[in-house]
């Protein structure tokens, strides 16, 4: 599972970054000085309305070098009218960030939430993306004989750059008990039969919910 860290300052040379951009595409002051250092990539990108419009959940990747020749890979990524944002779309937002940060073979990214988006203050948003990148990383192997490469690039760690870290982090376990659940759901569809079945199934649901302190009472034919 990807860690999940929220943290008050991020890394000074990010591999990779994340910009969110409504259909205004207005970039605020942090995002301008930052492209000012990047020879104006993402202001000149945006320039061109072909490439990059702002619609919900369209992304673009640039690819540039800072002035010490490291690369570095710019995530756009569209809110579409911000006035007409749900919540599960910024948990989408933040599974697309994932799977483009692993599909450029990069174990991380730093995506910064300072601001509130139309409805949702920054400390929603924060939770929202990272519930979603958290998601989005889901993989069913247990029936695996053999695993994928550990070592294989895949974002392992999302990192959100916040105000009030410790009040997202408490809000975000909330919700990652959410998240627990619906991969929970997903690994007992995901089953193979010959291994889940009524027996094994409510076996299986007793030792989870025992494990919280739950008493499960299972009834065969006859008791029902």
Known sequence: MTKVSFLSTGDNNPKVTVILLSDQLKLNHDIISFDKKLNNIISNSLNDN?????????????TTTDIEGKIIHIILIGLGNELNLKEYQLEEIGGII???TSRLAQDSVNVSVKNRIAGYSSVDVAVLLASGAVLASYKFD???TKLNDPDRNYCKNFNVICDNESD?????????????????????????????????????IAKILGEVGVEVEILGEREM
């Open 142 to 144: 247990s029936n695996k």
């Open 98 to 100: 994932w799977k483009t």
């Open 50 to 62: 072909k490439l990059f419009t702002g619609k919900f959940a369209q992304n673009i990747v640039l």
């Open 168 to 204: 997202v982090s408490r809000l975000f376990e909330e919700k990652k008990a959410e998240v627990d659940g619906v991969f929970l759901a997903r690994n007992f569809v995901s089953q193979v039969p010959n291994l889940l079945y009524p027996e094994s199934y409510a076996n299986e």
